[in-house]
């Protein structure tokens, strides 16, 4: 019976430096989840759940997991984020783009205005700019 004692108790150091091992990783992991910002954590959370969903479905269907998994973790991901972010920031994020554009057209007016332009017109445009 003393074999099976030192058997048995070499399984357990095994499992205890397997844990300990696992327990650093997850504490390295969670530290740098800690530092990410909570739009990347809901797209990580929603790529998790589209892999989850793949690996799912790929036991109820003709499709492999292999197949299913970039594009619904991809598609997580995507809402995942669009969900944080919420439909006012998606409306405030188009405006901003637009006025963006509206700001680079008027730019590239001035930078257009011919050297002998009146200065009414300069005045004009730099004001439309402001």
Do not use: C
């Amino acid at each position: 019976m003393q074999p099976d004692l030192a058997s048995a108790s070499k399984r357990i150091k095994q499992g205890l430096e397997e844990s300990k091992k696992l327990f650093s990783q997850l504490g390295a992991q969670s530290r740098a989840a800690s530092a990410s910002s909570s739009s990347t954590l809901f797209g990580m959370l929603g790529g998790f759940t589209g892999s989850g969903i793949a690996d799912a479905a790929s036991f109820y269907s003709a499709s492999t997991f292999v197949g299913l998994a970039p594009i619904l973790a991809g598609a997580g991901i995507v809402i995942g984020v669009l969900a944080f972010r919420g439909t006012g920031r998606v409306k405030l994020e188009s405006k901003l783009e637009a006025h963006k554009r509206a700001l680079e057209s008027v730019r590239e007016e001035l930078r257009l205005l011919p050297r002998n332009a009146p200065q009414v017109v300069r005045d004009a445009a730099w004001e439309t700019y402001r």
